[in-house]
T-cell receptor, first 112, second 114 residues
Framework: QKEVEQDPGPLSVPEGAIVSLNCTYSNSAFQYFMWYRQYSRKGPELLMYTYSSGNKEDGRFTAQVDKSSKYISLFIRDSQPSDSATYLC????????????FGTGTLLAVQP | GAVVSQHPSRVICKSGTSVKIECRSL??????MFWYRQFPKQSLMLMAT?????????EQGVEKDKFLINHASLTLSTLTVTSAHPEDSSFYIC??????????FGEGSWLTVV
């Protein structure tokens, strides 16, 4: 079993839809959770960063962490064609030298 | 947000030669940088952790003599692919940690070995 599981998609939605992206993990020691957006042939861009359980909102993006269920989510409201990209969840135990454990990424296509 | 810069963004080299890729943290000091490799339609594969002033820590299966990593300063880490072969052609990405766990990635470097 992988440490982090993520549905690879592809996920196709119409413009304006609410998108839900999810990851599950097995290591209860993970405390820091991140979502990255990666456009084709580019490096990943940090979207959201959350510590421990709870919600965090930034514009159209909301990140949720449920440590009791080992489940994290990223919600995108009013999705736009420019949101079409691969979304990667990532997490680690803490500390600057701790390496990130990534999900496989979900490919999202927002249709105009 | 913090910026991590990679150079070159694209490089083509002949088989058997060496090529160097630079990773710079532009507005912060990074004691730790990470180097990844990414194959088409796959997630990032961690190659090594680069620590300023000390030897890099390589992941299992990564040849340290082939992928030389140097982290000479708090803002610069380099990856040198030695004696490159066509199978080394890939997308190489670095990342740097900023104030704890906020980790930013560079734009990536496309290496093509011909």
């Amino acid at each position: 079993q992988k440490e982090v599981e993520q549905d690879p998609g592809p996920l196709s939605v119409p413009e304006g839809a609410i998108v839900s992206l999810n990851c599950t993990y097995s290591n209860s020691a993970f405390q820091y959770f991140m979502w990255y957006r990666q456009y084709s042939r580019k490096g990943p861009e940090l979207l959201m960063y959350t510590y421990s359980s709870g919600n965090k909102e930034d514009g159209r993006f909301t990140a949720q962490v449920d440590k009791s269920s080992k489940y994290i989510s990223l919600f995108i409201r009013d999705s736009q064609p420019s949101d079409s990209a691969t979304y990667l969840c990532a997490m680690n135990n803490g500390g600057a030298t701790n390496k990130l454990i990534f999900g496989t990424g979900t490919l999202l296509a927002v249709q105009p | 947000g913090a910026v991590v810069s990679q150079h070159p963004s694209r490089v083509i080299c002949k088989s058997g030669t060496s090529v160097k890729i630079e990773c710079r943290s532009l507005d912060f000091q990074a004691t730790t940088m990470f180097w990844y490799r990414q194959f088409p339609k796959q997630s990032l594969m961690l190659m090594a952790t680069s620590n300023e002033g000390s030897k890099a820590t390589y992941e299992q299966g990564v040849e340290k003599d082939k992928f030389l990593i140097n982290h000479a300063s708090l803002t610069l880490s380099t990856l040198t692919v030695t004696s490159a072969h066509p199978e080394d052609s890939s997308f190489y990405i670095c990342s740097a940690s900023h104030f704890g766990n906020t980790i930013y990635f560079g734009e990536g470097s496309w290496l093509t070995v011909v």
